[in-house]
């Protein structure tokens, strides 16, 4: 079956500092990506997507490229603010399962100014 | 455009009571699908209804069921409650359709379950 596997964390940074959040998947077909953030207290949010190999979705700064060689879609931010202190989940939806979303374990992370 | 409401967003229940938890998708959004929040499972799918019809089912005991309206709303009850309930549980509604932008799962703020 489908999984995904992504840095537990928690992360700590400074603000301003980069910020990478690895995320790994395992799918039998063709994916999509997504990247979701649960602030406190709130649901989860559509940060960004990627639907095919070498796709890059991006979004308030905030970057992944779907590396179908690697199986990875890495989160990346180049400067991260407070406002960004938050639980963020990778997830893949497999079409075949009408688009049933498969989620990684969540990683917290919180920027101290 | 309104989001996805969940109600109630808090609910304190005792073991052995059943609970209802409503969801209003998205106008236009005819895919209603739930997930149950732990700290130790994380994220879990429960099941997703489209056009009042279970379409996909997660591995949940059968104390846990759902329903669909005609006007795409959807409801999820758990009876029999256990400790191990309490949880953030999420819906999250979809448009359906051909392409990935159509089905795009978006999701309420939640209705977070304690049990005692």
């Known amino acids: 079956g489908n999984s995904v596997t992504q840095m537990e964390g928690p992360v700590t940074l400074s603000e301003e500092a980069f910020l990478t959040i690895n995320c790994t998947y395992t799918?039998?077909?063709?994916?999509?990506l997504f990247w979701y953030v649960q602030y406190p207290g709130e649901g989860l949010q559509l940060l960004l997507k990627a639907t095919k190999a070498d796709d890059k979705g991006s979004n308030k700064g905030f970057e992944a490229t779907y590396r179908k060689e690697t199986t990875s879609f890495h989160l990346e931010k180049g400067s991260v603010q407070v406002s960004d202190s938050a639980v963020y989940f990778c997830?893949?939806?497999?079409?075949?399962?009408?688009?049933?979303?498969?989620f990684g374990k969540g990683t917290l992370l919180t920027v101290n100014p | 455009k309104a989001g996805v409401t969940q109600t109630p967003r808090y609910l304190i229940k005792t073991r052995g009571q059943q609970v209802t938890l409503s969801c209003s998708p998205i106008?236009?959004?005819?895919?209603v699908s739930w997930y149950q929040q732990t700290p130790g499972q994380g994220l879990q799918f429960l099941f997703e209804y489209f056009s009042e019809t279970q379409r996909n089912k997660g591995n949940f005991p059968g104390r846990f069921s759902g329903r669909q309206f005609s006007n795409s709303r959807s409801e999820m009850n758990v009876s029999t409650l256990e400790l191990g309930d309490s949880a953030l549980y999420l819906c999250?509604?979809?448009?359906?359709?051909?392409?990935?932008?159509?089905?795009?799962?978006?999701f309420g703020a939640g209705t977070r379950l304690s049990v005692l």
């Open positions: 799918a039998t077909g063709y994916p999509s």
């Open positions: 997830a893949l939806s497999d079409p075949r399962s009408n688009y049933k979303l498969t």
């Open positions: 106008s236009g959004h005819r895919s």
């Open positions: 999250a509604s979809r448009r359906e359709g051909g392409i990935l932008a159509k089905n795009i799962q978006y």
